[in-house]
Nanobody, 121 residues
Framework: QVQLVESGGGLVQPGGSLRLSCAAS????????QGWYRQAPGKQRELVAA???????NYADSVKGRFTISRDNAKNTVYLQMNSLKPEDTAVYYC???????????????WGQGTQVTVSS
């Protein structure tokens, strides 16, 4: 079994910064793509940022230049550094990792439980 545990959410003023972390643990053979998604009330979940095993990244247009995704392979952890936060960034943020477990031939998606980010004065 694989678990993803997120941390780092909270309340921040507009213009502030937060750093989210997502640590994977369990029977992990290999981690492929990792990404951060968010879901605001009444809206669909959307991709915020993603990083693939080779290190390439992509971002939603709304966060380009403000958010940075990175990963520490030794710690099985993916991060999201969020700067210049805006009220419209308020949402529950979820991490997703595509993980191949020991004893399995194909990778599968694993999701974190979500962490609330609120940007408000």
């Amino acid at each position: 079994q694989v678990q993803l545990v997120e941390s780092g959410g909270g309340l921040v003023q507009p213009g502030g910064s937060l750093r989210l972390s997502c640590a994977a643990s369990g029977s992990i053979f290999s981690i492929y793509h990792q990404g951060w998604y968010r879901q605001a009330p009444g809206k669909q979940r959307e991709l915020v940022a993603a990083i693939i095993s080779g290190g390439s990244t992509n971002y939603a247009d709304s966060v380009k230049g403000r958010f940075t995704i990175s990963r520490d392979n030794a710690k099985n952890t993916v991060y999201l550094q969020m700067n210049s936060l805006k009220p419209e960034d308020t949402a529950v943020y979820y991490c997703k990792s595509v993980i191949r477990r020991y004893g399995q031939t194909l990778p599968a998606d694993s999701w974190g439980q979500g962490t609330q980010v609120t940007v408000s004065s």
